[in-house]
């Protein structure tokens, strides 16, 4: 019986295809999985991402009785530095990592898919999965800054160098090509995709529609690289609108059907051993009347935690299913205010076009039209402030004072704690 022995076969299982099998010929339904998943990876740690950039931006506190990292580490208590090799340094990292990952796959997949029946289709594809890839790289950039990040990850056992080590723009313009790729291919993309996105992206799911997406994320890397005209260039052609709904965009959307994912940045009001609660300074900084002190709530009493306080809860969000903003339009109009006062050195013409936005965002939170003095440098100090109120708890507050060189005036609470620039490169990667 032994000799007569026969060789077993290794069968696919048709219930988890492989990587290879789907990039060699996938179907329609494949690759509507591989966008599922996309859009699924992109919340995942998310919550760690908002908890890392939102306490070290000082917009506020993350108590947690099982975990006194977010109270010691990102705030720098004492001697504590933040650990390359934890939670808030590798999860948000490889989780944004692992949504690259499965953008590479299908950019590989359409290129080698029959079901895939014309090159606008194709093309369509490779758009949204470079546009999203880009942001995913840019939330890696805001983390790990002049550490530089990896652009070229294709192939994992010969991964690209580190881009913009030392040299922060550099990571930018590259993020920065990969969306003008993602772009001219939606142009090229026909009238549809070949599969179907989330609620998240509703008034967005079309090649000509998505294209708005991208070039709202371009406008916002372009002003993080500081170039003006070109953030103006690609507003021109993304979903601004100065007087639109500020909240038109797109968004993570959360739920409670079986499998999905719940809002990780909502806690009860009035929660105690884990919970998020805003710091004293949003409300004490605000103007009287401002209609965004509605994102955080007064506590029935006061919490305690580590030598911290605070008499308010982080209430950006009104339930655990609440969607979480990608991008949306009141970010694109202080895009827009931003770049027209900083083109206003050499045209009086744009300063006025950049108070008038800002008088916009004002208004929308029930404020008075802007009455300060109209430099350059005075509106540079109001368009930060209506970015910190209009944009609290969405992961700006931090980059926008580390790209002004503010972060020296974040309030430090204890004495001996620190304001970090940037997160350590991951152990991993070392």
Not at 69 to 89: C, E, H, I, P, Q
Not at 248 to 274: A, R
Not at 418 to 426: G, S, T
Request: charged share 20%; with cysteine; proline share 4%.
């Amino acid at each position: 019986m032994g000799f007569a022995a026969c060789e077993i076969e290794t069968i696919e299982d048709p219930n988890n295809p492989s990587i290879g099998a789907i990039t060699a010929n996938a179907s329609l339904s494949e690759i509507q999985n591989l966008v599922t998943g996309i859009e699924g990876g992109m919340r995942l740690n998310l919550g760690q991402y908002y908890d890392g950039v939102g306490v070290i931006g000082r917009e506020f506190y993350r108590f947690s009785a099982s975990d006194p990292r977010f109270t010691s580490d990102l705030l720098g208590k004492g001697s504590a530095v933040l650990d390359n090799n934890t939670f808030y340094t590798t999860n948000p990292y490889s989780s944004r990592y692992r949504v690259v990952k499965n953008c590479n796959i299908l950019l590989e997949a359409v290129d080698n898919s029959t079901a895939i029946t014309s090159n606008a289709l194709r093309d369509a594809a490779k758009g949204f999965a470079n546009t999203i890839k880009a942001h995913q790289l840019l939330l890696v950039w805001v983390s790990q800054y002049d550490n530089g990040l990896r652009i070229d990850v294709a192939d994992p056992a010969n991964l690209g160098p580190f881009v913009g080590a030392g040299n922060p723009g550099e990571a930018l313009r590259a993020i920065i090509q990969l969306l003008d790729a993602g772009y001219a291919q939606l142009n090229a993309g026909g009238a549809a995709f070949p599969f179907k996105l989330t609620s998240g992206f509703a008034g967005f799911d079309t090649p000509s529609e998505f294209a708005k997406v991208n070039r709202a994320l371009q406008a916002r890397v372009q002003v993080y690289n500081q170039d003006w005209a070109n953030a103006l260039a690609a507003l021109s052609n993304s979903f601004f609108d100065i007087n639109g709904s500020i909240n038109t965009g797109v968004y993570h959307p959360y739920s409670t059907s079986g499998g999905d994912q719940l809002n990780p940045q909502w806690y009860p009001m009035n929660s105690t051993g884990e919970t998020r609660v805003a710091h004293a300074s949003y409300v004490a900084d605000a103007d009287a009347g401002d209609s965004r002190l509605s994102k955080v709530s007064a506590r029935a009493s006061t919490v305690f935690s580590d030598g911290l306080q605070s008499d308010f809860d982080f209430n950006v969000y009104a339930t655990n299913t609440s969607s979480i903003p990608i991008i949306r339009n009141e970010e694109l109009i202080l895009i827009f205010a931003e770049a027209k006062i900083q083109l206003g050195t050499a045209d009086p013409i744009a300063l006025a076009d950049g108070t008038v936005a800002l008088d916009i965002v004002r208004q929308n939170a029930g404020l008075a039209q802007y009455s300060g003095p109209s430099t350059q440098a005075d509106l540079i100090n109001e368009m930060l402030k209506q970015r910190r109120y209009s944009l609290y708890g969405e992961g700006h507050r931090w980059v926008d004072m580390r790209r002004y060189g503010r972060l020296n005036t974040l309030p430090i609470d204890r004495v001996g704690d620190d304001v970090w620039e940037r997160f350590p490169r991951p152990a991993n990667e070392n």
